[in-house]
């Protein structure tokens, strides 16, 4: 099966929810099959905010607490159930499930990661980048290897689609020129690693030089997460003989389509398909709406017609299902990714 990538049309959307809920789909029939990484994130060292990867274990652990019938959710849950009578493919699914929920980089800032990381002191570049892609094939070959008929990777992105993961040398420093040439293009030696200093600006290439005119302002040219997925789907087909099945996440909500209509063209500029749009329904039920004083009791609800109209309109002019997702995942929405 091909990996799946999570991306969102802004933070906060729901891909840490999405990304729980096809977890514990796989799992519950294929229990120990499934992976979930998630490359970069942002503000949890240090402070008190959970790491997506924890949003899943906490997700599971309430799963199986409920299958249980016990009446807590803490970090022990999954201990105390397996020293119960679990069956033997559930024991071994919670006992590994710490080893297949993998932070592949973190950071101290809720920010993004360009700034997060320069704030830690480790500004992403070029080769980072790309030894994180190596590392992440490596990751995704190995476990296909161990479970060869049933595995399943889910990776979730973080933030938006064009949130920057490069872009300074250090933290209060001016934004750098970073080349996204050598990140797409391919490499002569096999570990498809530029062993050159690749933030340096070219002094000899126009357009990589950093406009001196007006310093306030350079012009810079950052990857993008958009950026690393694409590159990400390049060496997997090399590496995994597979490639990646993307969706995208937005919420329910005003604003949705623009988002959304966006964030699918910054995917097609870089020739990334999209097997589906979710838009996420908690935010139809905590208060993100405004109500109209104006509705009469013989209209149709404002609020209804807004969104129905955001789920039409995108199928309609993307082409692609289009799904509302709450806590629980129809089979039309499992079907529509392959999953």
Same mark, same amino acid.
């Given at each position: 099966?091909?990996?799946?990538?999570?991306?969102?049309?802004?933070?906060?959307?729901?891909?840490?929810?999405?990304?729980?809920?096809?977890?514990?789909?796989?799992?519950?029939?294929?229990?120990?099959?499934?992976?979930?990484?998630?490359?970069?994130?942002?503000?949890?060292?240090?402070?008190?905010?959970?790491?997506?990867?924890?949003?899943?274990h906490d997700y599971m652990s309430l799963r199986a607490t409920k299958?249980?019938?016990? +009446?807590?959710?803490?970090?022990?849950? #999954? %201990?105390?159930?397996? *020293?119960? $009578?679990? !069956?033997?493919?559930?024991?071994?699914?919670?006992?590994?499930?710490?080893?297949?929920?993998?932070?592949?980089?973190?950071?101290?800032?809720?920010?993004?990661?360009?700034?997060?990381?320069?704030?830690?002191?480790?500004?992403?570049?070029?080769?980072?980048?790309e030894t994180l892609i190596e590392k992440l094939c490596k990751k995704?070959?190995?476990?296909?290897?161990?479970?060869?008929?049933?595995?399943?990777?889910?990776?979730?992105?973080?933030?938006?689609?064009?949130?920057?993961?490069?872009?300074?040398?250090?933290?209060?420093?001016?934004?750098?020129?970073?080349?996204?040439?050598?990140?797409?293009?391919?490499?002569?030696?096999? +570990?498809?690693?530029?062993?050159?200093? #690749? %933030?340096?600006?070219? *002094?000899? $290439?126009? !357009?990589?030089?950093?406009?001196?005119?007006?310093?306030?302002?350079?012009?810079?040219?950052?990857?993008?997460?958009?950026?690393?997925?694409?590159?990400?789907?390049?060496?997997?087909?090399?590496?995994?003989?597979?490639?990646?099945?993307?969706?995208?996440?937005?919420?329910?909500?005003?604003?949705?389509?623009?988002?959304?209509?966006?964030?699918?063209?910054?995917?097609?500029?870089?020739?990334?398909?999209?097997?589906?749009?979710?838009?996420?329904d908690y935010f139809l039920h905590h208060g993100s709406e405004p109500?109209?004083?104006?509705?009469?009791?013989?209209?149709?609800?404002?609020?209804?017609?807004?969104?129905?109209?955001?789920?039409?309109?995108?199928?309609?002019?993307?082409?692609?299902?289009?799904?509302?997702?709450?806590?629980?995942?129809?089979?039309?929405?499992?079907?529509?990714?392959?999953?």
């Open positions: 099966m091909n990996p799946l990538f999570i991306l969102g049309t802004d933070t906060g959307v729901g891909k840490t929810f999405l990304a729980s809920l096809l977890f514990a789909y796989h799992e519950a029939s294929h229990p120990g099959t499934t992976l979930y990484v998630k490359p970069f994130q942002t503000g949890v060292k240090g402070t008190p905010l959970p790491s997506d990867a924890e949003t899943v299958r249980n019938k016990t +009446s807590t959710a803490d970090s022990s849950t #999954i %201990d105390k159930l397996i *020293a119960k $009578n679990a !069956t033997s493919s559930t024991k071994r699914s919670l006992q590994s499930l710490n080893s297949r929920l993998l932070t592949l980089t973190s950071y101290r800032l809720p920010a993004a990661p360009h700034l997060a990381a320069a704030y830690d002191h480790k500004p992403l570049n070029n080769l980072f980048i995704i070959a190995d476990f296909h290897k161990n479970n060869p008929t049933e595995a399943r990777v889910i990776i979730e992105g973080s933030g938006g689609v064009l949130v920057p993961l490069t872009g300074y040398t250090s933290y209060h420093s001016d934004p750098i020129r970073t080349d996204k040439t050598n990140i797409d293009e391919p490499k002569t030696n096999e +570990s498809n690693i530029n062993d050159k200093n #690749i %933030d340096a600006p070219k *002094a000899n $290439n126009e !357009t990589n030089i950093m406009n001196t005119t007006s310093r306030k302002n350079p012009v810079i040219n950052p990857i993008m997460l958009a950026d690393f997925v694409r590159q990400l789907n390049k060496r997997l087909r090399v590496v995994c003989k597979n490639e990646l099945d993307v969706v995208l996440v937005g919420k329910t909500a005003l604003g949705t389509l623009n988002h959304t209509l966006l964030s699918c063209e910054a995917l097609a500029k870089r020739q990334i398909p999209i097997k589906a749009i979710f838009l996420n109500q109209s004083s104006m509705q009469s009791p013989s209209e149709p609800d404002p609020q209804t017609l807004v969104l129905n109209d955001n789920e039409e309109f995108l199928a309609r002019l993307t082409g692609l299902p289009v799904h509302r997702f709450k806590a629980i995942l129809s089979q039309a929405m499992i079907r529509s990714i392959d999953f």
